[in-house]
């Protein structure tokens, strides 16, 4: 690391999911001091937290929190209901899956901006991408802007004016392609990732966050360890 | 109720102080079906919890829903942390006191607006007042307005246009005196609400919140029966 201005102190929101690896390993070059927030909201299975705390470990973060939330019954989704199925293939060109979850991304941050604002924490890191992506509102560049402008006006730092807390989402251009070829680089430990909508032994390779995957390795020319294992 | 258009849905933020019991008066009469939504969040007692019970039967919601998140050892609060000290009297001009939970309002309206996606509600009402408060930035209109303008990006709703969800703040320019006129003439039973910091038997009447209770109740000619029983 080069000689510069004092690094900032981060918290990484980390679902387990090659993404959010991804962006782990970004911001553990960029922070002084790296923390991870990985929250669960009653989804299907706890893999994901699992990868999550094993990525937590992998890159030495200074504090792993996590938090279960119990909205389950309150938030309508595929991906918290047993009861609807999860759908096969990719998604339809137009249309939001049944796998969005209402406002996630929006309760997601709003916990990581008490908890950044708490530590004095300067950055909120997101794996969010709005290029080949489920086609979720939260996930679009408008909706990102917009909730900054939200914390600069919610939060004791952003009236006060030392030091505002900003959301970060370096993969948000990016193609899933291009974030394998990031990873890549960065020696992201893909093994200890889970992408998978379904909780198996082994990904489902059907549901469309495992066919995004697949179809990200297989454009950047590498192999996944998950699948070949 | 005088015939007209169809009255909307929604769900009312309660935390069982006398602030959000107005509101949920005002929202009785302006709704064909009403929620609350009362949201622990480690704060040192359960009277706030059992007052926003209360509140809810006697005003016949459709369904009270009370979520505990778990989320106390994250953000940093005179509220939450018990070896901090409440402060007594009215608080200083200027600052934001220690009794501030950062970015409460944006984790409680987070989630209520994934709530009301869920359930198809279309009003979101919250008791902030930014006339007689205590000084926290996510009780000021500028800090509604980002919300609104957040809300509409994060939701399928807001994307699909199939109506927005809308945060309502009835009291935001009332002063605390015009609260209490306001919930007299609407009937709010100011026994069932608690408004102290501390969870005693009574009324501390020493911390901020007391204090600015007893002014309202004074400036208004009325009476607390809270301090009176």
């Avoid at 009861?83 to 209402?102: D, K, L």
């Avoid at 950055?123 to 080949?132: K, T």
């Avoid at 394998?180 to 489902?204: I, K």
């Amino acid at each position: 690391m080069p000689p510069g201005p004092r690094r900032p102190k981060g918290v990484v929101l980390l679902s387990g999911g090659m993404d959010s690896a991804t962006v782990l390993a970004i911001a553990r070059r960029e922070l002084s001091e790296l923390h991870t927030l990985s929250i669960g909201y009653g989804q299907r299975h706890a893999r994901e937290l699992m990868a999550a705390h094993r990525l937590a470990r992998h890159f030495r973060v200074k504090r792993e929190v996590v938090v279960e939330l119990p909205v389950a019954s309150l938030l309508r989704s595929s991906l918290t209901d047993r009861s609807r199925r999860i759908p096969s293939g990719r998604r339809r060109r137009s249309g939001i899956p049944s796998t969005y979850v209402p406002a996630r991304n929006t309760i997601f941050l709003s916990i990581a901006l008490g908890y950044a604002e708490s530590h004095r924490l300067e950055r909120i890191y997101l794996g969010v991408n709005a290029v080949d992506y489920s086609g979720y509102p939260d996930c679009r560049p408008e909706f990102l802007r917009a909730f900054n402008r939200l914390a600069a006006l919610a939060t004791r730092s952003g009236v006060e004016g030392q030091g505002r807390i900003r959301v970060l989402a370096p993969l948000l251009r990016l193609s899933k392609s291009q974030i394998v070829q990031r990873g890549e680089a960065l020696g992201v430990p893909w093994a200890m990732t889970w992408s998978c909508y379904r909780g198996g032994r082994r990904p489902c390779a059907r549901c469309d966050s495992c066919l995004l995957r697949e179809a990200g390795f297989r454009d950047a020319g590498a192999v996944d360890p998950l699948v070949t294992m």
